[in-house]
T-cell receptor
Framework: EAQVTQNPRYLITVTGKKLTVTCSQN?????MSWYRQDPGLGLRQIYY???????DKGDVPEGYKVSRKEKRNFPLILESPSPNQTSLYFC???????????FGPGTRLTVT | DAKTTQPPSMDCAEGRAANLPCNHS???????VYWYRQIHSQGPQYIIH???NNETNEMASLIITEDRKSSTLILPHATLRDTAVYYC????????????FGQGTILTVHP
C-alpha cells in the first residue's frame, strides 16, 4: 500500500531532550516536506526537500533540522525542544513539487 | 500564491450533493486550484485540482468559472464520512510545493 508513515505518533518529552520524528514514504517521491499545525495558525511549512541531499527552509524552520540521505526518508530533528514546539506535525510527499501531496498520519508532540 | 476565501461552515444532508465554494479573484494564470480535506486531526487528504477546465475524479468534481476567479468543489453524494474541513488553495510554480491552509470550510453532513 502506498503510504507515508511517521513515528512516533504521540510523544511527550521534556525541554532540551533531543528527539527525532521519522518520516518514510514508499512511493519513490522526490519531494518531501514537514509541516506543523497549531490551532488558529493553520498549517505551516517547516522544511522541504526537492530530492536527496537537497533541503530548504520553509516558513518556520527555527529550532528544527532535517536531512535527506535517502529518497524515502526525511527525519525531523529537534536538537533542544522547547514548549513552543508543542504541536501536531505532518510529513508529506509528492512525486514532484506542486502536484498532489500525500500526508502522513501526524505526530502529536508535547514538550513540557 | 493567490489568497482564497471560503465560507467558514456548511451543512449537507447525507446522500445529497455538497457544493463548496471558493473565491480566488487574484489567481494568476499559472496557478492551479487545489482542494484538500482534513478529517478531525488526521493528515490532510488530496481531493482534486484543476487549472481552467472542469475536473472529475472518483472523489469529487471541480468546477472553475471561465474567468477563474472562483471555483466549486462538488461531492455528488455526501456521506457522514465526508464531514471534514475542506481547504481550497491556489498553488503555482514558485511556491516550491508549500501548502498554506487557511481556515477552510467545516462541512457537516447530517443523517
Amino acid at each position: 500500500e502506498a503510504q507515508v508513515t511517521q513515528n512516533p505518533r504521540y510523544l511527550i518529552t521534556v525541554t532540551g531532550k533531543k528527539l527525532t520524528v521519522t518520516c518514510s514514504q514508499n512511493m519513490n517521491h522526490e519531494y518531501m516536506s514537514w509541516y506543523r499545525q497549531d490551532p488558529g495558525l493553520g498549517l505551516r511549512q517547516i522544511y522541504y526537500s526537492m530530492n536527496v541531499e537537497v533541503t530548504d527552509k520553509g516558513d518556520v524552520p527555527e529550532g528544527y533540522k532535517v536531512s535527506r540521505k535517502e529518497k524515502r526518508n526525511f527525519p525531523l530533528i529537534l536538537e533542544s525542544p522547547s514548549p513552543n514546539q508543542t504541536s501536531l506535525y505532518f510529513c508529506a510527499s509528492s512525486l514532484k513539487q506542486d502536484i498532489e501531496q500525500y500526508f502522513g498520519p501526524g505526530t502529536r508532540l508535547t514538550v513540557t | 500564491d493567490a489568497k482564497t476565501t471560503q465560507p467558514p461552515s456548511m451543512d449537507c444532508a447525507e446522500g445529497r450533493a455538497a457544493n463548496l465554494p471558493c473565491n480566488h479573484s487574484t489567481i494568476s494564470g499559472n496557478e492551479y486550484v487545489y482542494w484538500y480535506r482534513q478529517i478531525h486531526s488526521q493528515g490532510p487528504q488530496y481531493i482534486i485540482h484543476g487549472l481552467k477546465n472542469n475536473e472529475t475524479n472518483e472523489m469529487a468534481s471541480l468546477i472553475i468559472t471561465e474567468d477563474r476567479k472562483s471555483s466549486t468543489l462538488i461531492l455528488p453524494h455526501a456521506t457522514l464520512r465526508d464531514t471534514a474541513v475542506y481547504y481550497c488553495i491556489a498553488l503555482g510554480g514558485t511556491s516550491y510545493g508549500k501548502l498554506t491552509f487557511g481556515q477552510g470550510t467545516i462541512l457537516t453532513v447530517h443523517p
